[in-house]
Nanobody, 116 residues
Framework: QVQLVESGGGLVQPGGSLRLSCAAS????????MSWYRQAPGNERELVAA????????NYADSVKGRFTISRDNAKNTVYLQMNSLKPEDTAVYYC?????????WGQGTQVTVSS
């Protein structure tokens, strides 16, 4: 059974930082690219960042470019999202998954709230 467990979210003021983690199990993690997605109430789930299987290449949504960094540690079966200079529009539930989008069953996600 594939499991994806997101953690690290919380309440932060605009301009603050958070580091999210996604712990993966049930598949050969190092063989897969991984992505972070987010979904705000009333919105579609959107791709935030992606990383190749060995971590050599990354891609970001324009809205987070320069502020967020995706990374991974294949020895720990974990993918990370470092989020800096957070804005209220970053408020959402953050999830990890493949590419493609629905490769694995979605986990519970972790809530990020950016508010003063």
């Amino acid at each position: 059974q594939v499991q994806l467990v997101e953690s690290g979210g919380g309440l932060v003021q605009p301009g603050g930082s958070l580091r999210l983690s996604c712990a993966a199990s049930g598949f050969i993690f190092s063989n897969y690219g991984m992505s972070w997605y987010r979904q705000a109430p009333g919105n579609e789930r959107e791709l935030v960042a992606a990383i190749t299987s060995a971590g050599g290449n990354t891609n970001y949504a324009d809205s987070v470019k320069g502020r967020f960094t995706i990374s991974r540690d294949n020895a720990k079966n974990t993918v990370y999202l470092q989020m800096n200079s957070l804005k209220p529009e970053d408020t959402a539930v953050y999830y990890c998954n493949g590419p493609p989008r629905g490769l694995f069953d979605w986990g519970q996600g972790t809530q990020v709230t950016v508010s003063s």
